[in-house]
């Protein structure tokens, strides 16, 4: 009798509330509805495929690095999903949120009613869409092609898995010397006091790794063990600055040989200085490491070649990236 009291109050109660429910009067509209607009929709379905289409343009320009004019077809496809962007957010504004302009004194306080209308304005305010969900979708696929586009240039900075290719570099055992116009370094042409630039024959210049330093100093003073890296006094170095990658661009040597530091080789922008005698370690400036070494040796023409790989990697060292050893 109890169980059936029971059933009987949960059942009364459920029925009250429905009724009430039921009879509760639909909340009053603050914002007008609009009429629909399918065409304003239809318009803005187009500029969001536009702002994916620019987008994903942006992220196949950057990927094909070796296209003509690459600079400018960046700057078209980013700029014209921006352009695209804004033009959809001009045709929502115009076209499909119902706005209306009324003059009312500015609340002293807020309440939670108030915060409730302001919730239900913009709720009502779209009332123009009649494809909310594909609108939402194409809207968001636009604005997350562009996000990606925007973080793409950050592979720029250099391979985030895949970090083998900072430490090769076109040089090996035998690789010959050559200079811009492809000939061959004879070591008796080599001069003291003169700097000269030279390139792997046959590889890459492109590569970081490929331009050198090189000088031709005593040979006595040419500190152990680098000396059997020095055929004749003839050392050769990275061309590439280890503060921030720069090209070493100057040789100072002493005109009053008393009074002036010893040679060394000067980077100009930031004015890293480094030891051609010494194994190229800093004696100046921010650079973090020695300039790495490539060993030389002299053939039987006189002619320079690289007698094996750079004494560490080539390159800024920022973040112990380059803490690893040279590869060919």
């Given at each position: 009798?109890?169980?059936?009291?029971?059933?009987?109050?949960?059942?009364?109660?459920?029925?009250?509330?429905?009724?009430?429910?039921?009879?509760?009067p639909?909340?009053q509209?603050?914002?007008?509805?609009?009429?629909?607009?399918?065409?304003?929709?239809?318009?803005?379905?187009?500029?969001f495929?536009?702002?994916?289409?620019?987008?994903?343009?942006?992220?196949?320009?950057?990927?094909?690095?070796?296209?003509?004019?690459?600079?400018?077809?960046?700057?078209?496809?980013?700029?014209?999903?921006?352009c695209?962007?804004?033009?959809?957010?001009?045709?929502?504004?115009?076209?499909?949120?119902?706005?209306?302009?009324?003059?009312?004194?500015?609340?002293?306080?807020?309440?939670?009613?108030?915060?409730?209308?302001?919730?239900?304005?913009?709720?009502?305010?779209?009332?123009?869409?009649?494809?909310?969900?594909?609108?939402?979708?194409?809207?968001?696929?636009?604005?997350?092609?562009?996000?990606?586009?925007?973080?793409?240039?950050?592979?720029?900075?250099?391979?985030?898995?895949?970090?083998?290719?900072?430490?090769?570099?076109?040089?090996?055992?035998?690789?010959?010397?050559?200079?811009?116009?492809?000939?061959p370094?004879?070591?008796?042409?080599?001069?003291?006091?003169?700097?000269?630039?030279?390139?792997?024959?046959?590889?890459?210049?492109?590569?970081?790794?490929?331009?050198?330093?090189?000088?031709?100093?005593?040979?006595?003073?040419?500190?152990?063990?680098?000396?059997?890296?020095?055929?004749?006094?003839?050392?050769?170095?990275?061309?590439?600055?280890?503060?921030?990658?720069?090209?070493?661009?100057?040789?100072?040597?002493?005109?009053?040989?008393?009074?002036?530091?010893?040679?060394?080789?000067?980077?100009?922008?930031?004015?890293?200085?480094?030891?051609?005698?010494?194994?190229?370690?800093?004696?100046?400036?921010?650079?973090?490491?020695?300039?790495?070494?490539?060993?030389?040796?002299?053939?039987?023409?006189?002619?320079?070649?690289a007698?094996?790989?750079?004494?560490?990697?080539?390159?800024?060292s920022?973040?112990?990236?380059?803490?690893?050893?040279?590869?060919?």
């Amino acid at each position: 009798m109890t169980k059936l009291k029971d059933w009987l109050v949960a059942g009364g109660v459920l029925l009250v509330g429905r009724r009430r429910r039921e009879r509760r009067p639909e909340r009053q509209r603050i914002v007008a509805a609009g009429a629909p607009n399918r065409r304003a929709e239809n318009v803005l379905l187009l500029l969001f495929f536009g702002v994916t289409l620019a987008a994903a343009a942006f992220i196949a320009v950057y990927a094909l690095d070796r296209l003509s004019n690459q600079t400018q077809w960046l700057g078209l496809a980013l700029g014209g999903s921006f352009c695209l962007l804004a033009a959809a957010c001009f045709v929502i504004a115009k076209h499909l949120v119902v706005s209306e302009e009324l003059a009312e004194p500015y609340p002293e306080r807020e309440s939670p009613a108030a915060q409730g209308e302001v919730e239900q304005i913009v709720h009502e305010s779209g009332s123009r869409f009649t494809r909310k969900r594909l609108v939402t979708l194409a809207g968001s696929g636009a604005l997350g092609a562009l996000g990606l586009a925007a973080l793409v240039p950050a592979a720029s900075l250099g391979p985030v898995l895949d970090t083998d290719s900072l430490y090769t570099t076109p040089w090996r055992k035998g690789r010959r010397l050559v200079d811009e116009a492809g000939k061959p370094f004879v070591a008796g042409d080599v001069r003291e006091q003169t700097f000269y630039t030279a390139y792997p024959e046959g590889g890459d210049r492109e590569l970081i790794g490929a331009p050198l330093v090189v000088v031709r100093l005593p040979l006595e003073e040419i500190t152990e063990p680098r000396r059997s890296w020095a055929p004749h006094g003839i050392v050769a170095y990275s061309k590439i600055c280890t503060h921030a990658g720069c090209a070493i661009a100057l040789y100072r040597t002493p005109t009053f040989a008393p009074t002036q530091p010893r040679p060394a080789l000067v980077c100009p922008c930031h004015y890293s200085t480094f030891d051609p005698a010494d194994a190229g370690k800093v004696i100046f400036g921010p650079a973090g490491r020695a300039l790495p070494q490539l060993p030389l040796l002299v053939d039987r023409e006189g002619e320079l070649r690289a007698a094996g790989n750079f004494s560490g990697p080539v390159g800024p060292s920022w973040w112990g990236v380059r803490m690893g050893k040279a590869r060919s």
